[in-house]
């Protein structure tokens, strides 16, 4: 039986990529998307999550937009120099014809949880406010989740968007830490693995070069985060964040992991920064009573990609 995959989403680049490759691969149903800020603004990432769904000719598949703002903060703005100004590499994109639902994605996220209960696994690729605001609004869905595998996070590397904060992390860590503190089975496909898996320019040739709407939809988009990666990198290729969660899903046995509790700091030069509890277990910490989190520290790479570029084919 198919796997009820709910993707909280903040589209993004890497995004459509992950939300594509979820779609071709008949182990998922994709329940829906809810899509967060963070890429770019709520209104900006619904737009693209409704537009993506259209694209892949899967519009019976339902989008709930997110909060627009961080639970405590102001939101600090979109990363328009990553994945341009609307998210989707300033390609001229036309208006989609289909809408949201009437709910919020927190209201989305508990109905379809308690309507599956032990079933719907969550895949959260952006920020993490919509999900703590499920759980603030239910908190009983940690029985009913099946596991939350989510891109976000450092946790043995330097973070992306500060010298110790990923992006998604440091976009809401107040949010994370909520999340992170959930009792349920959580895995954290962070920066340790994602700038593991690396697609050289032949790669990204080969995955715009299919004769399909979401190759030919990725080829008008990758330019721009291409362009963003070797400027940063000093050398072509990109790193794979959002669609390691999909690979990581479809077959963790390509991923080595370890498991640690995990707190991500709210304040100082920190903030964002997701600590695992290495050692000191005896010991009372602000980490005491959380329950491990599956963190993933190596990756079997070259199958991952050989493996997305199967599914986007
Ligand atoms: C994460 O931040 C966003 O820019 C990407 O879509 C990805 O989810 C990587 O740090
Ligand atoms: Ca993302």
């Not at 639902?101 to 379809?112: G, H, K």
């Not at 993490?128 to 939350?148: F, G, K, Q, S, Y």
């Not at 004769?211 to 080829?219: G, I, K, T, V």
Request: glycine letters at 8%.
């Amino acid at each position: 039986m198919a796997r009820k995959l709910l993707i909280d989403t903040d589209p993004g680049i890497d995004d459509a990529m992950a939300i594509f490759y979820a779609l071709n691969s008949p182990e998922f149903e994709v329940i829906g998307l809810t899509s967060i800020f963070g890429n770019a603004y709520t209104e900006i990432c619904t737009q693209n999550a409704l537009r993506l769904l259209e694209i892949a000719d899967r519009t019976e598949i339902p989008v709930a937009a997110g909060a627009d703002r961080p639970l405590t903060v102001e939101f600090k703005g979109p990363a328009d120099f990553v994945h341009g100004a609307n998210g989707q590499g300033n390609a001229n994109l036309p208006a989609p014809k289909i809408q949201p639902i009437n709910q919020s994605a927190a209201e989305f996220i508990v109905d379809q949880i308690k309507q599956h209960p032990g079933e719907v696994t969550l895949a959260p690729l952006g920020p993490l406010t919509n999900i703590a605001l499920a759980l603030l609004l239910d908190p009983t869905i940690v029985d009913d989740i099946h596991e939350i595998v989510l891109m976000g996070g450092n946790a043995f590397v330097p973070g992306n968007a500060s010298p110790a904060a990923e992006a998604n992390i440091l976009n809401d860590p107040e949010a994370a830490d909520i999340v992170f503190g959930m009792q349920c089975p959580i895995t954290m496909v962070g920066l340790d693995v994602t700038e593991k898996v690396y697609m050289s320019p032949e790669v990204l040739d080969h995955i715009t070069s299919f004769d399909n709407p979401e190759s030919q939809h990725l080829a008008k988009i990758l330019p721009f985060y291409h362009d963003f990666f070797t400027g940063r990198r000093g050398e072509p290729g990109i790193h794979v964040h959002d669609s390691t969660v999909i690979s990581y899903l479809l077959d963790p046995a390509l991923f080595t992991t370890v498991k640690h509790p995990i707190r991500v700091a709210t304040s100082g030069i920190s903030r964002g920064k997701t600590w695992p509890a290495v050692g000191l277990a005896d010991v009372e910490s602000p980490w005491s009573g959380r329950r491990d989190i599956n963190i993933c520290v190596d990756v079997n790479a070259a199958k991952v990609i050989e493996m997305e570029l199967d599914r986007l084919k």
